[in-house]
């Protein structure tokens, strides 16, 4: 169930050279409707919900910039390597 | 402008180029809504669950609609590759901020479902307006866009003039344009694109180019100075709009249009012939300047012979960690695949300490240009060197390829770095891995003591490229971006001319190519005299090839010659500039690019 277990945290860095742009936001939050874990995203101090494209936005994650993911839930592993490929090693190729 | 009713004739408006070639149409103008026009009321509170439910009925008709959209936009649609833009716009609708918060708006200020909308999405824009990237910034117009289209719904208002049935020989005029609009368009029937919104990130600026119509952004206020049905003329070449031009305008634009049609399909059949001047004496090579895998296609495409400046930055910003041998391998491997046998100078490295700061603890730097860079960089990181040039040695069995060191200023520094190349070359036999150890090694001159000792240098190179960028920088001590003395930055300065003059006759004396990647090599005014200086190679934008080949196609040696000697008698830049762009208009007189730009 979201919110139970272990909190698991890892850092990322955002590898597009646009930021966390509105493709790559549409991608993580399409993906995180397949877990059911709990995820956030955080970045100078400001917390908010992986399943938010707005939210995602806002974060105003620029190239190159650090981003903690906190995820809470029986998959929060899984979540966190899906969105470790779509942020840090981000597939899309929006010119 | 005199009254209101009257219709601005032949009324010129300038904004920004984003999709080139002349359009001549009707406007058909998109009407956008304003904040100011939806109705406001108090609700009482027995209101509020109907309407909260009118607005989820709203957003659901509009997430319906963009489906329909999207699911009509077929694999081989240009649009194919921005469909995402409209899957976005669904998660938006549903997005909690936007859903949710109005919901909350309604119920707690007992707001009517429409006054609540546009209170939540002005919330929602004004936070965007605190992100300083601008291109995260432009994101809060798809707020706008999305909210806009359930505003319409709740208010029982269909678009006066819909995207998909617009008549023949139409001009979009807009304030701006949604990606939902856009992707709506019927390419047959749009003659051009107009919109009053600016910015070359929009996605509607992504997606015209895509498709190709000419159009043009920033107009400013063209949507509220013109009527549907009007004529329009948008020239994406020039950024041009111009309402209800007079008949002999529009006589005269016809002709344009005809001519730049005509124009692009005979220039680009220069890019498939070789760059040789008319008297068949000098053949320059003609290579394009790329920084991504991706652009090799266009550069073949637009005639290019190789690739002159293979940018290698790209593949290390924007990341935290560094990018591995083997990731490099593939990429230098694919450029050098695609190119064969053409050649491909590959730079190594040419980045700032500032900008890799996750690997550097560099102090503050007063004078980056001056500072910690390029070859310095990669000479006091060994490691990151030697990843680059164990991947562009391995990668060389499958092409032609050159290496090329930046910014290298002195000899002791060019030795360095030929030792670590020759270390790389030993690790790698003995590891028994393919490679190639033949690979031709060049210095980029770009530092003005570089070209002092070019005679010095090509005794132990293969060849020489000048950056030009750089080494006007440098050799002028003006940075191109300091609006302050900008003006002084100036390609044609007799010093310039001199010191390439001095990289040349150096090259040449020792037998080695010179070839030039700045920018000024891909700029026609210049084309004449570098032939006449002797440059061997001219590396540039690929769209400005086949424009470069035509024109080296039509001069003969000797007038190069002479326009060089003649313009190292002059003492001026503004005197040379004002020269060599008189003789290409009195050469070229029915040149499209020369009244161009």
């Not at chain 2, 997005?95 to 007992?110: P, Q």
């Not at chain 2, 020239?235 to 016809?254: K, Q, V």
Request: hydrophobic share 40%.
């Amino acid at each position: 169930m979201a919110g139970e277990g272990e909190v698991v945290e890892r850092t990322l860095i955002v590898g597009n050279q646009f930021g966390l742009h509105a493709r790559v936001a549409t991608m993580v939050v399409q993906a995180m409707k397949n877990f059911s874990c709990k995820v956030t995203l955080v970045k100078d101090d400001i917390e908010v919900d992986a399943g938010s494209v707005l939210e995602l936005l806002l974060l105003a994650a620029t190239p190159g910039s650090e981003i903690l993911v906190r995820a809470q839930g029986p998959d929060s592993i899984e979540a966190i390597k899906e969105l470790h490929r779509l942020i840090q090693h981000d597939e899309s190729n929006e010119i | 402008m005199s009254g209101f009713d009257d219709k601005l004739e032949n009324y010129y408006i300038k904004g920004v180029g984003v999709a080139g070639g002349v359009g001549i149409g009707q406007a058909a103008v998109i009407e956008r809504l304003t904040t100011d026009m939806c109705p406001r009321r108090i609700i009482s509170s027995e209101e509020v669950p109907l309407e909260i439910e009118r607005f989820e009925s709203a957003v659901q008709a509009a997430v319906d609609r963009l489906k329909d959209i999207r699911n009509g936009i077929d694999i081989d649609h240009p649009l194919c590759d921005h469909v995402y833009i409209l899957d976005t716009h669904i998660l938006l609708l549903h997005d909690k901020m936007f859903f949710e918060g109005t919901k909350a708006v309604i119920a707690s200020e007992r707001q009517n479902a429409e006054w609540a909308l546009s209170e939540m999405m002005m919330k929602i824009t004004s936070a965007f307006d605190t992100i300083e990237d601008e291109y995260l910034k432009e994101r809060a117009r798809d707020i706008h866009f999305v909210g806009e289209r359930v505003l319409k719904i709740l208010m029982g208002i269909t678009s006066k003039s819909k995207m998909h049935q617009l008549p023949p020989h139409s001009v979009i005029v807009a304030h701006d344009l949604s990606p939902i609009d856009t992707a709506q368009i019927k390419k047959e029937n749009v003659f051009g694109v107009a919109i009053d919104m600016g910015g070359r990130t929009s996605h509607t600026a992504i997606m015209a180019r895509s498709l190709k119509i000419p159009s043009v952004t920033g107009l400013e206020k063209v949507s509220k100075l013109i009527q549907t049905g009007d004529t329009i003329i948008v020239d994406g070449s020039t950024g041009i709009a111009i309402l209800n031009p007079d008949p002999e305008t529009i006589f005269r634009y016809r002709k344009r249009q005809d001519l730049y049609r005509k124009y692009h399909q005979s220039l680009m059949a220069f890019g498939r012939l070789p760059a040789v001047t008319r008297d068949g004496s000098r053949t320059v090579r003609i290579t394009a300047n790329i920084e991504l895998l991706d652009e090799v296609e266009i550069a073949v495409s637009h005639g290019a012979e190789g690739i002159g400046l293979f940018r290698t930055e790209y593949l290390f910003l924007g990341r935290k960690d560094l990018p591995s041998e083997e990731e490099q391998y593939e990429v230098y491997r694919q450029v050098l695949e695609h190119n064969k046998p053409d050649p491909v100078t590959i730079r190594t490295l040419d980045i700032g300490g500032d900008k890799m700061a996750a690997h550097f603890q560099v102090s503050h730097e007063t004078n980056p240009a001056l500072g910690l860079r390029a070859i310095r960089l990669c000479l006091a990181r060994v490691d990151i060197f030697k990843t680059q040039l164990r991947a562009i040695l391995r990668s060389a069995v499958h092409g032609n390829c050159k290496l090329l060191f930046p910014m290298i200023s002195c000899l002791p520094e060019l030795r360095a770095a030929k030792q670590i190349l020759q270390e790389v070359r030993d690790e790698l036999a003995g590891e028994n891995k393919e490679f190639n150890p033949s690979v031709m090694v060049g210095v980029l001159v770009e530092v003005p003591a570089a070209v002092a000792i070019a005679d010095l240098i090509a005794k132990e190179v293969d060849f020489f490229s000048i950056g030009t960028n750089d080494l006007i920088q440098y050799s002028l001590a003006i940075d191109r971006v300091n609006e302050h003395v900008n003006y002084l930055y100036d390609t044609l300065h007799p010093a310039v001319l001199r010191l390439i003059r001095q990289v040349t006759i150096a090259g040449h004396a020792r037998g080695i190519e010179v070839a030039m990647c700045g920018e000024m090599a891909g700029e026609p005014v210049n084309i004449p005299i570098l032939l006449g200086l002797g440059i061997d190679e001219l590396s540039m934008n690929s769209l400005a090839i086949p424009m470069v080949k035509k024109l080296i196609r039509s001069i003969n040696m000797d007038e190069c010659v002479e326009l060089t000697q003649q313009a190292f008698e002059m003492q001026d830049a503004l005197d040379i500039h004002g020269f060599l762009e008189e003789w290409i208009k009195k050469h070229f007189p029915k040149d499209y690019f020369v009244d161009q730009s």
